[in-house]
């Protein structure tokens, strides 16, 4: 009998529906009341002044590097162990990834491994928390602090992690979240930048709607009369300053609907957080026996995980492949997060092979698996996953 457990799966309730169709009936479906109410409900979540909606978590890492000033000739500290738009995004505006190793256990850049990669022109570290795990953020911190550097926080992977009771997301100088289906919370597409100030708040909002004045809020209550976009088939604003541009920007705008259906997900963030860590749960219950194979770390001291994948280590020596396609055959998917960038062949090219040594990042990218991991996994999916797993790395101890 073939089964079918994807990777992830999107939750998608009633309500979710009804806000995305809602929004369907209105004459507004860019930069309209979700946008302006799903930003005020990010912000409102981090306890921080500004969240900036855009398209993806790519388009937020790229204005974000922007607005922080990071140019040609800079060098920008990145983990290797991460999904590509870390690096990508970095060589968008002219600077230079530089990799860096990671901690065995968090998977995260820490201090001492970024340290090692500082030269006299870095100019930012790229801290991930990966897989929902938080980054060492107060030791980085003090690292940037020490040598003038800024910080851009990639909390893509960990919408509701906590690190000292405190949401990650707030300590870089701008931080970055995505929405893709996978995560945590989804937009379908879709992803926000977290600012401290106003300059930044408005440096994102312009480039992120082609180099616009930065437009402020637009409250639902002056969307009656008023459309920031003139050309919006019901708007009554004067068209002054549509087509004015004084900065060049891009679209990065994040649509109406997809707003809506943020704002409905982040609703139920507690309740999705709840659901991924007792779905973590079993599974270690489920794994822990099994010879060679290393599960994520449950608990952490002083850090909330927000749980964005499971993945295990395999055994030394396995053939990851194998067994992928033997789990494949059953109808399981997995997934190798992450192929390190440096090793990525579009990557090869900018790297020097000398220069680019990361034992720990080397070491982990073969071994990794993600398994199926989502709100609604049942338990007994669990133990479909879990006992077609055991069998495979049992074949070939
Ligand atoms: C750590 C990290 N950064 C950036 C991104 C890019 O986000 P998006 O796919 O929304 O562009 C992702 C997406 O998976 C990610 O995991």
Not at 229 to 249: C, R
Request: glycine share 6%.
């Amino acid at each position: 009998m073939s089964l079918s457990i994807p990777l992830s799966s999107p939750d998608i309730t009633e309500a979710e529906v009804d806000a995305v169709t809602a929004v369907l009936r209105t004459p507004h479906l860019s930069l309209g009341p979700e946008l302006a109410a799903f930003e005020s409900a990010l912000a409102d979540y981090h306890s921080i002044p500004h969240a900036i909606a855009v398209s993806s978590g790519t388009a937020g890492l790229h204005i974000a590097l922007l607005t922080l000033g990071v140019a040609e000739g800079d060098e920008v500290v990145v983990p290797s162990f991460a999904f590509i738009a870390v690096a990508n995004a970095v060589l968008l505006v002219g600077a230079q990834p530089v990799f860096a190793d990671i901690d065995p256990l968090t998977l995260n850049l820490t201090p001492s491994t970024v340290e090692s990669a500082l030269t006299p022109r870095t100019r930012a570290i790229l801290a991930v928390h990966t897989f929902g795990i938080p980054a060492d953020m107060r030791g980085l911190r003090e690292l940037a602090d020490r040598h003038q550097l800024v910080i851009i926080e990639d909390a893509c992977e960990a919408l509701g992690a906590e690190l000292q009771q405190r949401r990650v997301g707030t300590f870089g100088d701008l931080s970055v979240f995505g929405f893709y289906p996978n995560k945590q919370i989804t937009t379908g597409e879709g992803g926000a930048v977290l600012a401290h100030t106003q300059a930044h708040a408005d440096r994102l909002r312009s480039l992120r709607n082609q180099g616009r004045s930065p437009q402020r809020r637009v409250s639902v209550d002056e969307l009656g009369g008023r459309h920031p976009n003139p050309h919006a088939p019901h708007a009554s604003a004067p068209a002054s300053d549509w087509l004015h541009h004084p900065d060049i920007g891009f679209n990065y705008r994040l649509s109406e609907m997809a707003c809506a259906l943020g704002r409905v997900q982040l609703s139920r963030l507690d309740d999705i957080l709840t659901l991924r860590r007792s779905a973590a749960e079993r599974y270690q219950a489920l794994l822990s026996d099994i010879p060679g194979l290393e599960l994520p770390p449950l608990t952490l001291p002083v850090c909330t995980i927000s749980w964005f994948v499971y993945v295990v280590r395999l055994p030394q020596g396995t053939d990851r492949a194998r067994i992928q396609d033997l789990l494949a055959n059953l109808g399981i998917a997995t997934s190798t997060y992450f192929a390190p960038i440096h090793q990525q062949p579009a990557w090869r090219e900018y790297i020097a092979p000398a220069s680019t040594f990361l034992p720990v990042t080397e070491s982990m990218g073969p071994r990794t698996l993600a398994i199926p991991f989502f709100n609604r996994i049942t338990a007994h999916q669990q133990q479909q996953v879990a006992a077609a797993l055991r069998e495979a790395i049992s074949l070939q101890a």
